[in-house]
């Protein structure tokens, strides 16, 4: 590889603009997520009777990375639960150029327990826009069909063996860009849908 820049990275590494933007669009972001925050504090308090024991009922922290398959992203991990045997979280994230997800991330003892009720209730959603996690992994994010796919396009034996036999449980919806001041009134709604997938009515 040559030491020497090409034009466009010349150009690039001449103009600073692109970092004050940046700056501006995190702290943005940054800011949503806060409302976001707590708005789902005020949620929490009314669900909490349908989350794991031992839950971590501290206030969320908002955390940022810069290498997420080589693009900077914010996290938003409210309200959760990481622990060895189990995994609840609900991840709202922000990926540079991909807009915003937020995703019910189960797991362990506590998926174990509420499969029966979450195998019955998911065969009976049709919503356009969830998606289910179909990879190995459940630490990928991005939305390639290798990753997730539509609820609505997965055949019931597929939908059901994903919640009777998977390791984890992945459910996500996303949010274009264009629409971040829409981010905490729609992360919200959100948490109250998928929630109903085992809480009781």
């Not at 308090?45 to 024991?53: D, G, R, T």
Request: hydrophobic share 40%.
């Amino acid at each position: 590889m040559t030491t020497r820049f090409t034009s466009d990275e010349l150009r690039v590494a001449s103009d600073p603009t692109f970092f004050y933007l940046k700056h501006q669009v995190t702290q943005k972001v940054a800011g949503q997520l806060g409302k976001l925050h707590r708005a789902l504090r005020q949620t929490v308090e009314a669900q909490a009777a349908a989350f794991p024991a031992g839950w971590d009922e501290r206030p969320g922290k908002i955390s940022r990375g810069e290498n997420y398959r080589l693009l900077p992203y914010l996290i938003l991990d409210y309200p959760r639960l990481f622990r060895h045997d189990t995994t609840f979280a609900y991840r709202t994230m922000f990926w540079w150029g991909h807009g915003f997800s937020c995703t019910l991330h189960l797991q362990g003892v506590f998926l174990d327990q509420i499969r029966p009720v979450l195998q019955r209730r998911l065969l009976s959603r049709a919503e356009p826009d969830w998606w289910v996690c179909v990879h190995d992994s459940p630490w990928e994010y991005h939305f390639e069909d290798d990753n997730y796919q539509r609820l609505t396009a997965l055949p019931d034996a597929r939908r059901e063996a994903l919640v009777a036999q998977g390791a984890f449980l992945k459910l996500s919806r996303r949010l274009p860009l264009e629409a971040v001041d829409q981010l905490p009134d729609f992360g919200v709604a959100t948490f109250q849908e998928f929630i109903t997938l085992w809480a009781k009515p």
